[in-house]
């Protein structure tokens, strides 16, 4: 095929060299110079033509033929559009969906962090066994950082929140508190200005900040002098030292915007046993994930000794920084892969299925064009041409598909979450993607070439021209696309159990017991500026004002504060003693959450034993507490909570708290999290600067959202107030229940296509045997078969093949699901609701998919069909 | 093909028989291809002339037949040229074509002469 040609130079040369060889001769015969090579040119004929002629010789016929089978197969195709038509579309359909899950799967997994070497960059934390992957203590990370050998460098970082001074009054802000390598560790370099210099970072350093390029360009207009200038945060001045690249992005601090060093630290976070930064470093090459784990393991325990830490088992953990930032998607992106996967592999069979059909069709065209002298090769050939020009066709209208849902579907991210994953902006289509969309084409190629070609015995020309195209290979036919609708039937019956099972957990998610009744609660969260409100008594009095204004607005029926809405997070942890009994170091986590008197009831959080806090319980009184039903479960067991008095060990405030109330659980964790013990304090009791403000109202909490801002500002303009919303919309857009609500309504999408196809699938084989088997149901008829038991002839057949698919997608979807697990809330991955659903749907749409060609056959009319001969 | 003759006696060749005049051509030693064209000519007593263009292209097919077989050397008036020389493949070919003109020529002449009473036996117009 392949034989190397010669070039066209080489020939050209050989005329030259003709040309004065018959020159010379002539001369030697006598003609002058010039005559004979003006006669040499004239025997030789047209040397432009023979070149011509060399180029085109053996070309001309491949190409004429190459260029003849595509016009023939557009022919083809458009002769019968309808099967061009849905051929076209399911492959577009097909690829187009698995190349842009792909871009997803490729963007977040394959290259998830947009540092330097990210495969070096390790996540590093405390662990033990109950609890792995929490932060460090401050003197853990200096310690660990000195005696480590595994790291060339280790830092951390801390989320943290400013309140900005700007023109029109006070802003909170999200800033991220760093050690002085942090961005060197990641491998960024600010874009202006410099990185931290290393005094910035040594406790007592100077105020600096890198700005975000986000608040670079929003904030101060993106003028470069602003490096060098002072900004105002938290009522003390700090310099802008540098901007960071716009490409800069780090998901766990979502979208700080102010990124200051590790220089000044709260009382807490100079003791050993408070955790508070996350920690990263770069691996030194050729130290592996483990080796640096055994070894700060090692330095955790001899710290522990050193210290006599006892109690929890503390410990450390080294987890790729990739496995940490994408972790939570990994699973559903991977099942969302499988699903775009399945559904191609449907389209790709259904489409070869109707390749099928039509080769069966033109079994005797293709014997006539044998017979006249068509080789095999040739016919192959043809069949191939088909097939490249109905993929391409098809693959590049799914790749155009890809790139518009691309963004379609990264927008359907919401900002609040996309800022945890840096990874969608790199979305798109890229060489990886290309290459998979390629990759994609080409089998679907392949497949769709090669189902003809295995079906079609060219040499049995003979026979075809004299049988007309029915007999031995037509069953062969309806054997082999029986089985192609059975595997696409199976391939359905996976989606729609996965998409079942989704949508299940879906609905389990959002119908989780919350503890309190989320509907008409309006929030919005509220920053005091330090320079306001110094003491405990004047917070009270601004606390009290605060809920007045707000439940003196119309409609509003409670109001309360809290350090933290339920349904956010497990987090702001305290670590407890209970009061009077031995103490050995143990690590009680509890949630610890601040609250006005009002706030509990205002959510309706139901009371078990003893009472809600009131507002004589203020710093002049002793501490008291709230606990939920799973604290006073863990800790009381036998006995009764009320009375007993819990302790921390925090500086500053009264460090027992008596216990007043037990209330039931209200889920303070995300939505799929198991339920936490939680302690609440009266907010009077611990002096907070920021909080949140729920309002209840009989009124549609959304339109309470506007007045509540202003009401706010009229209290204070110098107030920080932010995200307002409402607490059903919070619940909507944790990470949780997106990531459940994607999950389910894209394996669901992929699902409703598979069963349409399917089912197509499952129409077309039915109604092929049913025009096959005309002449026999005519034959049946005319010796006085009913109509009845021509339906059941026909439904019968397709009941086999609906069974045979339902029974081993049925089987395959159990162990999908098994592998889903981790995506599936409060279903089992054979529950069976989902299962038995699957089946009747998948039934009934078969039923209803065999139903018309069974219509069809019982109205044959025996003496047509047997005339039809 | 539009070639015209120096002569009129000169006739064009029929399809197919080139390739056999090459080959017998080349029975004597390699040759190129001007001396082919011409040797053709000079053999046929100046009666057979091979357009140029069919014979490069009837020596290219040869060639990729691999019944010939091509290596550019020097002329003996000292030009570069292109020699081409039989394979043995092209020696069996040879053959085989021989006697299948022999037959052809037997055959046509069997027809020919019988109904050829009347006309002059020498006129070579075919």
Redesign the interface.
Known sequence: MFRRR?SEDD?A???R??L???A??LRREGFSEEEAHRRAKV????AQ??RE??YL??RVIWFDNLVRDIQFAIRQLTRNPGFAVVAFLVLALGVGASVAIFAFVDAALLEPLPYASPDRLMSVSESDTSLPGWPLSYPDFLDWKAENKSFSSLDIYTGSGYLLRTRSGAEPVHGERVSGGFFQTLGVRPLLGRDFNPGENQPGGPNVTLLSYGAWVRRFGARPEIVGQTIDLDNEAYTIIGVLPQSFSFAPSGNAEFWVPINKLSLHEHSRTFYNFAGIGRLRDGVTVASAQSEVRAISNQIQQQYAITGHDLNAGVTPLSEVMVGDVRPILLTLLCGAGLLLLIACVNVSSLVLVRAENRRREIAVRGALGATPARLVKQFVTEAVVLAACGSSAGIILAATLIPVLARLVPVRMASGMPFLDRVGLNVHTAGVATATALLTTLLLAITPILRLPFRQVHADLADGGRGAASEFWSRLGANLVVFELAIAVVLLAGAGLLGRSLYHLLHVHLGFDSGHLATVEIALPSTLHQNSEQIKVFNNEVLQRATSLPGVESAGLTSRLPVQCNCSTDGIRIVGRPYHGEHNEVNERHVSPGYLPALKAGLIRGRFFTEEDDASRPGVAVINQTLARRYFPDQDPIGQSIANDEGGRPSTWQIVGVIDDVREGPLDAEIAPTEYFPVNQTGDRSFTLAVRSSRDAGALLPEMVSSLHEVNPNLGVSNEATMVDKIDTTQAALLHRFAALLVGGFAVMALVLGVVGLYGVVSYSVGQRKREIGVRMALGAQRSSVYRLIIRQAAWLVLVGLTVGLLCSLGTSILMRRLLFGVHAWDAVTLVGVSVLLGLSSLAASFLPARRAASVDPVEALRAE | ???RSRSDDRIALLQGTLDLLILKTLVLGPC????IG?SILRRSEEVLFV???SL??AL??L??KKWISAKWGV?A?N????FYSLTPKGRQQLTEKFSEWQRLVRAMGLILEGGMLDGGTDNQEV
């Open positions: 010669r020939f040369e050989e005329i060299s003709h004065e060889l018959e010379d001769e025997e030789f004929g047209n033509t023979a002629r060399f010789r053996g | 093909m539009s070639s190129h291809g001007q001396g011409r357009d140029h263009g490069y292209l290219q097919r060639e990729d002329s008036n030009r570069k040229a292109r």
